[in-house]
Each structure stands twice: as C-alpha cells, then as structure tokens.
C-alpha cells in the first residue's frame, strides 16, 4: 500500500480558540491515537490534499516533534459550507496489530453479459478489510469475466489472499442485470416467433 508523509508541529493549547486560531493560520487542528497516548498536533491544510481528496486508501508516514509514527486516516471534519477541513484523526499502526480499513473495490476484465446488452451496476464500492498492515491491499480485484446477465458477484466468492472481508458475505459487490433495450428486444422476438 503506498505511502504518503506528512510533518505536523505539536499543540501545546488543546480546545476551541487553540485550534480556531491554527485554522485562521491555514493550519488543521489533528489527533494521533491507538499507541499509549493521544498526541494532539497541527498539520499545514495543503499537506493533507494527497491525502483527502483522492479515491485511494494511503498509509500515512507522521513526523510530530522527529517523532514518526506509522498511521491511517480514521476520522475527517468538513466546514459544512466552505469544505475546508476541521480537523482529522490519525490511527497509530502497528505491525503485530490487525486493522480494519475501508478498500477500493477494482473492476477487472469485460463482462459478457455487458457485451450481450445487460447493465453493470456496481452496488459496493469499497469493502471493509481487516489485515496486518504489511498484508493490506491497495485494492480489492473483482473480475468481471464470469458475469453474464443476471449473475453478480458476493462478497463471498471473493478469494482473499492474506486478508479478511468484513461484510457480510450475502452483500452484492457487482451485478449485471437486463437493460431496458435487452428486455424489449426479447420481448420482440418472443411476439415475432408466435
């Protein structure tokens, strides 16, 4: 999984004028927990672009006071109107500990149901994964090859190598169904041959 590093200073001041001030300073107020204790720091708000706003899930390399620690993002707060970022919490990570994180589900492969005229409709999007940290996948891999119309994908024909799915295994991750177009051409040719 990659890797993006980020610096923040400590907070000596925890509480709402502290942090509004680090916020009017272009600064975001932020948490580092799950180790012996929390750690209340501040992090420059372009540092965190990399880190918000992208589809990927990231480990996160925090330098506090040359102090590093190993993280994921747990938590975000956005300004309801300006989507400025309020705050963020930090999980510590530990290579003995097992973590559960959101992951990206990745199509791969054309379906052939698709190519008959069905409708793929991916109902997850991301799916809930407990690993290690060293075992933790970028992404979930669903092939698409098997699906014709009418089939989908579960979560427990999902194969997992090194790690566990979370959801529950009846939920649906990806499915063809029969288009609008598919089903009156069949309606079509049902009428026709009578």
Same mark, same amino acid.
């Given at each position: 999984m990659n890797t993006i590093a980020i610096s923040g200073s400590?907070?000596?001041? +925890?509480? !709402?004028?502290?942090? !509004?001030? *680090?916020?009017?300073? $272009? #600064?975001v107020?932020?948490? =580092?927990?799950?180790g012996k204790e929390q750690i209340h720091f501040a992090v420059d708000a372009p540092a965190l672009r990399d880190l918000v706003y992208t589809p990927e899930v990231n480990f996160v390399e925090l330098e506090i006071d040359g102090k590093k620690a190993k993280a994921i993002m747990q938590d975000i707060q956005f300004h309801p109107l300006t989507e400025k970022i309020l705050h963020i919490d930090f999980l510590q990570l530990f290579d003995d500990k097992a973590v559960t994180i959101e992951i990206p589900v990745k199509l791969t492969g054309t379906?052939?149901? +698709? #190519?008959? $005229? $069905? #409708? *793929?409709?991916? #109902? =997850?999007? !991301? *799916?809930? +994964?407990k690993a290690l940290p060293k075992d933790m996948p970028q992404y979930v891999e669903v092939s698409l090859e098997p699906l014709t119309v009418g089939k989908s994908v579960r979560v427990r024909d999902l194969k997992p190598e090194g790690y566990i799915i979370t959801n529950v295994k009846e939920d649906t991750v990806v499915s063809v169904i029969m288009s609008r177009a598919l089903k009156q051409a069949e309606q079509q040719a049902a009428s026709g041959k009578k």
């Amino acid at each position: 999984m990659n890797t993006i590093a980020i610096s923040g200073s400590p907070r000596e001041n +925890v509480g !709402k004028r502290d942090a !509004k001030e *680090l916020r009017y300073a $272009g #600064k975001v107020p932020a948490v =580092l927990y799950g180790g012996k204790e929390q750690i209340h720091f501040a992090v420059d708000a372009p540092a965190l672009r990399d880190l918000v706003y992208t589809p990927e899930v990231n480990f996160v390399e925090l330098e506090i006071d040359g102090k590093k620690a190993k993280a994921i993002m747990q938590d975000i707060q956005f300004h309801p109107l300006t989507e400025k970022i309020l705050h963020i919490d930090f999980l510590q990570l530990f290579d003995d500990k097992a973590v559960t994180i959101e992951i990206p589900v990745k199509l791969t492969g054309t379906s052939p149901g +698709v #190519k008959e $005229g $069905g #409708k *793929l409709v991916q #109902k =997850l999007r !991301k *799916l809930k +994964v407990k690993a290690l940290p060293k075992d933790m996948p970028q992404y979930v891999e669903v092939s698409l090859e098997p699906l014709t119309v009418g089939k989908s994908v579960r979560v427990r024909d999902l194969k997992p190598e090194g790690y566990i799915i979370t959801n529950v295994k009846e939920d649906t991750v990806v499915s063809v169904i029969m288009s609008r177009a598919l089903k009156q051409a069949e309606q079509q040719a049902a009428s026709g041959k009578k």
